[in-house]
């Protein structure tokens, strides 16, 4: 089974800046794989998909990236509605999530 | 985007059983999978199982073989998640998740309003 490990547990930033998150697998998912958000007291949210597609709805400032065993969200500027818990996915046998990465204010 | 509406709250003793449902409208249903994600409180997202109603077997992951059933009724286009031999431990929201591409276990785009389950004596 492939184990997704999510970097850093917590970021702490302010309005505006950018954000990096990073997602390693144990062994290559070749680009499939996904980024959700989730808020406090609602269902996750896709961001992005297949590594680096924004899902519908999802503003520009989401970038994903990577392939093989590495993977980033970037969030370019933040807003004030972008903090919150990141998780990343993948597919192999079954679905499989990251632990993790809290967006917070700093 | 199709809606996914879940059946409310239950408080279940230990040892016991729960179903959850979880009903599809504004898309269609029969060829997309319909997947179970739990989230225990404070804790991370954990996929328990998923089934495209037209083929009609459930597919699980190795730990929740024997405990979880997952069945589909394509005349009311709802999902049903059932859990057996409840322990503390399976207290949780329960969310029910629609892939993204029809006939896959891939990615969830839509989701279910969560179902919180509660196991205490």
């Known amino acids: 089974e492939i184990v997704l490990t999510q970097t850093p547990a917590t970021l702490s930033l302010s309005p505006g800046e950018r954000a990096t998150l990073s997602c390693r697998a144990s062994q290559s998912v070749d680009t499939y794989l996904a980024w959700y958000q989730q808020k406090p007291g609602q269902a996750p949210r896709l961001v992005i998909f297949d590594g680096s597609h924004r899902a519908t709805g999802i503003p520009a400032r989401f970038r994903g990236s990577g392939s093989g065993t590495d993977f980033t969200l970037a969030i370019s500027s933040l807003e004030p509605e972008d903090f919150a818990v990141y998780y990343c996915?993948?597919?192999?046998?079954?679905?499989?999530f990251g632990g993790g990465t809290k967006v917070e204010i700093k | 985007q199709v809606q996914l509406v879940q059946s409310g709250a239950e408080v279940k003793m230990p040892g016991s059983s729960v179903k959850v449902s979880c009903k599809a409208s504004g898309g269609p249903f029969s060829s997309y999978s319909i997947n179970w994600v739990r989230q225990a409180p404070g804790q991370g997202l954990e996929w328990m199982g998923g089934i495209i109603p037209i083929f009609g077997t459930g597919k699980y992951p190795q730990r929740f073989q024997d405990r979880v059933t997952i069945t589909a009724d394509e005349a009311t286009d709802t999902v049903y998640l059932e859990v057996t031999g409840l322990t503390s431990a399976d207290t949780a929201v329960y969310y029910c998740?629609?892939?993204?591409?029809?006939?896959?276990?891939?990615?969830?785009?839509?989701w279910g309003q969560g179902t919180l389950v509660t196991v205490s004596s």
């Open positions: 998740a629609r892939d993204l591409v029809s006939g896959r276990y891939d990615y969830f785009d839509s």
């Open positions: 996915q993948h597919h192999n046998t079954w679905p499989t």
